[in-house]
């Protein structure tokens, strides 16, 4: 029987998105994630996201006899982790893609900022009022996101993915909408968790994995003195943005694979 991988998305991105780094990671490991976070009313967005770690672990819950692996991106990482530290009973080990721990003084400026509603410029939070919601036709949204520079570091597999599910077809002329309500995307980023650190003051009661981006802003924003201490040796950098999954699929399993290995993991 394979060892079970719980994968969590980024925000803004079902986890379809991630098509490509499941095909690596599934030779080993039987893949399972809940497609949109944050969209099911009964565990709604609130500040520090404890209805959305409530989902996560029910859905663990519901469908795992045992303590399975957590791996997840930028807000899926911080879910991972934050679920780790409410049920650590049920969680292996976790591995994080680029979701650095806040701690120490930055946490305390993002506490104060979120209270002067400074944060939504120091995050895309601004940008996801006004998303484009609709596309004419898949030709139509796949054009639209490849010309843009960020979109164009992708994996072209990746981005096929992203139109595929992130923005499926919704009337028979071909209409494509996107599937991640741009409120709810809003609301993460604004309620975006500034307590972990304390949390975290002690350690994690289950082994963590972090692999960074060489190029991701959210890094250099946030800095990695308190992630060092949680991960210890097992942290590995990878090229490119904060987006690096999107675009080094294959590099990110292979890297999840050897953290999972090193916390044990036989697969």
Known sequence: MKNVIHFSHANGFPASTYRTLFAELGDGHALRYIERIGHDTRFPVTRDWPHLVEQLLEDIERNYEHPVWLVGHSLGGYLSLMAALRRPQWVRGVVMLDSPVIAGWRSSMLRMSQWAGLDEHLSPAAATRNRRTSWGSRDEAWQHFHAKPAFARWDERVLSDYVDFGIPQ??????????????????????????????????????????????????????????????????????????????????????????????????
């Open 170 to 267: 919704t009337a028979a002329d071909g209409t494509r909408t996107l599937a991640f309500d741009r409120r709810t995307e809003y609301l993460i980023y604004r309620t975006l968790p500034h307590t972990l650190g304390t949390r975290l003051v002690h350690g994690s009661p289950v082994p963590v994995g972090f692999i960074a981006g060489t190029k991701s802003r959210e890094i250099r924003q946030v800095g990695l003195d308190a992630t060092r201490r949680v991960a210890g040796e097992r942290f590995e950098w990878i090229e490119g943005s904060h987006l690096y999954p999107m675009e080094r699929p294959i590099e990110t399993a292979r890297a999840v694979q050897r953290l999972l290995f090193a916390m044990g993991d036989g697969a």
